[in-house]
């Protein structure tokens, strides 16, 4: 059977050619269902990717890190061992609190996981000390960063603006699902600070307990019981009016003793242990903290609408501000992707006119665009996945794809036009002659990312998201090429005769390939010597490529963080971050940053960070990174405190963007100190690294009271009196809590006069003995200066010396990881080890997965063209272009200056698909050609010839269609770029190598394979002469 005449068979296309209404209904109602699902589908920054967390904080006051490492930590680490899904877990105690942090597997439902959790911790309760507050567990991650800041300031008293943050704004934020914590930073209340004169109380025989028994009275929330009857329940309870100086000034404490005899009583702001500022004024921060599995979009909008609400109904002269917001990045970066299609739409259709020279013929594909990208919305919803930056770049990609299929399909119906076929039935012939190809060329793409479907973690989630939306935009823009595109072309007819002027370009194009074609089939070594040769250029810059997770993103804001001896003083610290204010306030004034946010005494009083945001990308012309790199050299010169600035990411990894984060790990804190601390100096005099450095304090001096039981026990003393007493000396004694004007206040009982803040001041402190006689603390307890751990930290159960460097000029983070290790290879002794943490532990858990699944990926594409061919010499055929058009990625990667990341490699593996593609169109025409009769050599001369159209045509609009990406802006355009290069500058290069390659190729390896169809003609022979016996 001829070719023409087996082109011509009755097929798929038959039918929807026959019946024009049906093949537009179905498209219609794919577009619908695209629509309605529009209005359900989740929206957020990126696929749900975020691992769940629990976390279980205990306070446990007055214990140093040691004690709340052993009598709390430890306990509930073993007994959350037992929790069903848990992944890892991680944990840190230092003063008076214990912080455990639980990431669960994938899949996890984490409000079962967090119920499971508050029994196993409710079950160990009798096993913590009995002094402890009862821990909490909560569902999300206590080492995050905030998704949104707030502040409240302006005129009003700090006391006043501490009551509306922790009622009114606190109250409404609280409503917001998806929040898991709003903290309030800086705030300070009230209190009645009831000052005893010490030497007038001791002349008195009283102690300072005394007091704090008198104004016990104060209480008004004694429970009176209640009143019953038959038809109703009267609670009863003490009516006492609001408390004033006034009435503590009056109370006995004593039958000859009032408090104003021996004490001096004011209604104040309470001291504070962190200060907030915005803009050097002071101010109330509130941080939001989003539940692991909350989507931060959503609360970014409910938060927006809350703030217009509370600035309605806030005093006159007080703001609340927005200081930092995630969602703005990530709204900004949803419409510039949004953006990127509209104009990649537009360049595509153009492409498609200037090729076909043809209003009628550029209508049909252009039409499969919105029903392919519509119509994937409906399988984003069916799926759960969400339209986020990872799903629109597909769709962005796709948008110069999905064309491909009616690209060829209307191509081949003008071609079977104007060779003198009716309008239908060139609409059918063309169809069912390239159906093969089609199909083919979508079943491979999708193959290609099976394997990528199964990587664990973050990676898998990012990678199968992007893959299924392209697989299905494809599948969908082949459905509607094979059932849409013939019924327009019969009914629109493009092939009608063109003028002379119009077929120029076209000829042109195909004689000027058939001289080069030529010319490269007869020097086939000369044309793989160079395609080789670039390939090993493209392999040689590939090996100097950084390796990231993602690459350094402008989010519009950046932090400082500023860290103390572990004997810092807030106070010290408030100074030296003024400091750092003073060296950003030019900046300010110029316009470069808009708010500075400054919250210090956080981490336990000796660390602060100031938020530093930018204006809007499209109001500036500098990035984030250059700012901070302009900032950076200046801040290293504020002395007493280590400054570093960092950025978030997108993936919301714990300590991303403070450059490489690690930690040492062994079974002995102390030596384990010590060999960090020989590291860090190591590390310090190697350029890869800056300020390489402990992250925490190491050690804490403290003071430590030991009692003399024996001595104390003499006198009638027990332990628990005398460090009762040293507590209330020291930090006063909360004797009641009050109600004034509505508002609960502490009543704060602290000895006058100078402060304590010597040892000798505690030495020299009286005891009252039963007998009313006074001793010195000395007299019962010593004083010893002692070093302790300031804070104990855990990996996975093992003990853990957290550290973090900088990086230097020029270096990526998969290079600074390897050096380090060749480093604590040297320093670190056989008993301890690395363990990377935040970002390098997320790259270092994905990269030999990713290479694997590549390698996978690969192989599934060689079977499945395999299976599709019924030939393994053709598959060969096509993959062998494979690796050439990798190499093109990978150097114009190289060229760019761009990296490794989730982002380029999601374009490589995409470019496997897609060079597969234009290697279909080639081949299995080709051997639609030698099936009909022809030998290799002219039957593959003749497939190039008819297809290169098509091809260029495919090959052009994509690479167009990428234009978006590398000529973007605004937020989220680093994670565009990266893969917009590899599409743009990889294809082009690409399509080459498959143009030339493939017929040398072809010529080859298939006189080594069976005749295309050679299986089932000998199939049809033995059963034709099986029914002539």
């Given at each position: 059977m001829s070719f023409e005449k087996r082109a011509q068979k009755a097929g798929f296309a038959d039918v929807f050619v026959a019946r024009p209404i049906l093949g537009i209904v179905l498209n219609l109602l794919i577009i619908i269902a695209g629509l309605a699902a529009f209005t359900s589908v989740d929206i957020r920054e990126m696929p749900d990717v975020d691992r769940p967390v629990l976390s279980v904080r205990t306070t446990y006051e007055g214990a140093v890190a040691s004690t709340v490492d052993t009598e709390v930590t430890q306990v509930l680490e073993d007994a959350l061992s037992?929790?069903?899904?848990?992944?890892?877990?991680?944990?840190?105690?230092?003063?008076?609190?214990?912080?455990?942090?639980?990431?669960?597997?994938?899949?996890?439902?984490?409000?079962?996981?967090?119920?499971?959790?508050r029994e196993i911790v409710s079950g160990t309760l009798r096993s913590l000390p009995d002094d402890i507050e009862d821990p909490v567990v909560s569902k999300s991650d206590s080492n995050a960063d905030a998704i949104i800041r707030l502040a409240l300031l302006g005129d009003a008293s700090l006391d006043a603006l501490t009551h509306l943050a922790e009622n009114m704004v606190y109250e409404r934020l609280s409503l917001i699902d998806g929040i898991a914590e709003v903290t309030v930073r800086g705030d300070r209340a009230n209190e009645f600070r009831v000052s005893v004169n010490m030497p007038s109380l001791l002349s008195r025989g009283l102690t300072i307990f005394d007091v704090s028994t008198a104004l016990a009275q104060l209480r008004d929330d004694t429970a009176l019981g209640a009143l019953s009857s038959e038809s109703q329940t009267l609670s009863l309870r003490v009516g006492n009016e609001d408390v004033t100086v006034e009435n503590i000034n009056q109370l006995p404490v004593n039958d000859t003793t009032q408090v104003a005899d021996i004490a001096f009583v004011q209604l104040i702001p309470e001291d504070t242990s962190v200060y907030t500022r915005v803009n050097g004024e002071t101010a109330i921060g509130l941080d939001i903290t989003r539940q692991s599995v909350g989507n931060t979009l959503e609360i970014s909008r409910d938060v927006a609408i809350a703030v217009e609400e509370l600035r309605d109904q806030l005093p006159v002269g007080v703001q609340l501000l927005v200081t930092s917001d995630d969602g703005i990045f990530i709204e900004g970066s949803i419409n510039e992707v949004v953006k990127s299609i509209l104009l990649a739409t537009g360049i595509v259709v153009a492409v498609i006119f200037l090729f076909l020279r043809s209003l009628r013929a550029t209508l049909i594909p252009a039409v499969t665009i919105p029903v392919a990208l519509i119509g994937t919305l409906a399988a984003i919803w069916i799926t759960g996945f969400s339209v986020n930056t990872i799903s629109l770049l597909a769709l962005v990609l796709a948008t110069g794809m999905v064309v491909d299929d009616a690209i060829v399909v209307v191509e081949n119906i003008v071609r079977k036009r104007k060779s003198g076929l009716g309008a239908f039935a060139a609409a059918a012939s063309g169809t069912n002659e390239v159906f093969f190809a089609v199909i083919s060329t979508t079943a491979t793409l999708a193959a290609v990312f099976i394997p990528i479907s199964f990587l664990p973690g973050q990676a898998g989630g990012v990678f199968s998201e992007f893959g299924f939306v392209l697989a299905f935009a494809v599948t969908l823009s082949s459905f509607t090429a094979l059932t849409l595109a013939p019924v327009l072309s019969a009914l629109l007819d493009p092939g009608k005769p063109q003028t002379n002027a119009e077929q120029s370009?076209?000829?042109?194009?195909?004689?000027?390939?058939?001289?080069?074609?030529?010319f490269a089939i007869r020097t086939p070594v000369l044309v793989l010597s160079i395609a080789t040769g670039f390939a090993i250029i493209a392999m040689g810059a590939a090996m100097t490529l950084p390796s990231t997770v993602t690459p350094e993103e402008d989010r519009g804001f950046f932090l400082v963080q500023a860290r103390g001896a572990s004997d810092t003083t807030i106070d010290y610290l408030d100074t030296q971050v003024r400091l750092i204010e003073d060296i950003l306030a030019p900046y300010r004034d110029s316009g470069q940053i808009e708010t500075v946010q400054s919250i210090i005494g956080v981490g336990g009083g000796t660390s602060a960070f100031i938020v530093v945001r930018l204006p809007d990308w499209a109001e500036r012309d500098f990035t984030q990174?250059?700012?901070?790199?302009?900032?950076?050299?200046?801040?290293?010169?504020?002395?007493?405190?280590?400054?570093?600035?960092?950025?978030?990411?997108?993936?919301?990894?714990?300590?991303?963007?403070?450059?490489?984060?690690?930690?040492?790990?062994?079974?002995?804190?102390?030596?384990?100190?010590?060999?960090?601390?020989?590291?860090?100096?190591?590390?310090?005099?190697?350029?890869?690294?800056?300020?390489?450095?402990?992250?925490?304090?190491?050690?804490?001096?403290?003071?430590?009271?030991?009692?003399?039981?024996?001595?104390?026990?003499?006198?009638?003393?027990?332990?628990?009196?005398i460090t009762a007493l040293v507590s209330a000396m020291v930090q006063g004694d909360v004797a009641v809590s009050v109600f004034s004007d509505d508002v609960e206040i502490d009543v704060n009982v602290v000895p006058g006069g100078p402060p304590i803040d010597d040892p000798s001041d505690l030495e020299t402190m009286s005891i009252r003995l039963d007998t009313g006689a006074y001793i010195p603390l000395s007299t019962v307890a010593s004083l010893d200066m002692v070093v302790s751990d300031a804070q104990i930290e855990r990996l996975a159960g093992a003990l853990s010396v957290s550290m973090q460097a900088n990086l230097g000029e020029g270096v990526d983070l998969s290079t600074a990881m390897e050096r380090l290790l060749a480093i604590s290879d040297e320093i670190l002794p056989d008993n301890m080890g690395i363990a990377f943490t935040g970002e390098a532990a997320t790259l270092d858990g994905s990269q030999g997965g990713i290479y694997i699944v590549f390698g996978v990926a690969l192989i599934v594409v060689l079977l499945v063209l395999a299976a599709q061919f019924e030939s393994f010499a053709s598959a060969v055929v096509i993959m062998m272009t494979v690796p050439f058009g990798l190499a093109a990625a990978l150097l114009a990667i190289s060229m760019t200056g761009g990296s490794l990341n989730y982002y380029s490699q999601i374009g490589l593996v995409m470019l496997i698909g897609v060079m597969a593609k234009n290697g279909i169109l080639i081949v299995e025409f080709a051997n639609q050609l030698r099936e009909a009769g022809e030998d290799i050599d002219s039957a593959i001369r003749s497939a190039l010839r008819l297809r290169i159209r098509p091809v260029m045509m495919t090959m052009v609009s994509t690479v167009l269609g990428g234009l978006p990406l590398i000529l973007t802006s605004g937020a989220g355009a680093e994670a565009r770029i990266a893969v917009g290069w590899v599409i743009v500058g990889g294809l082009g290069f690409a399509t080459v190598f498959t143009l030339f390659l493939t017929p040398i190729f072809y010529r080859w390896i298939t006189v080594w394979g069976a005749a295309p169809g050679s299986a089932a003609r000998r199939l049809r022979s033995e059963v034709k002469a099986a029914a002539s016996v």
């Open positions: 037992a929790l069903g899904g848990m992944a890892y877990i991680e944990s840190t105690s230092s003063a008076g609190s214990s912080r455990i942090t639980i990431d669960l597997s994938d899949g996890t439902d984490v409000d079962v996981a967090a119920n499971e959790a370009q076209p000829g042109a194009l195909a004689r000027s390939f058939d001289y080069v074609m030529d990174q250059e700012l901070i790199a302009q900032i950076s050299g200046q801040l290293t010169t504020v002395p007493g405190v280590q400054v570093s600035a960092r950025s978030t990411n997108s993936l919301n990894i714990r300590g991303a963007g403070g450059g490489l984060s690690y930690a040492v790990t062994g079974t002995n804190l102390a030596t384990m100190t010590e060999a960090a601390e020989a590291l860090a100096a190591a590390m310090s005099q190697d350029q890869t690294f800056l300020n390489p450095q402990l992250s925490n304090n190491s050690i804490n001096a403290q003071l430590e009271v030991r009692i003399d039981d024996s001595a104390a026990g003499g006198m009638g003393l027990n332990s628990a009196d």
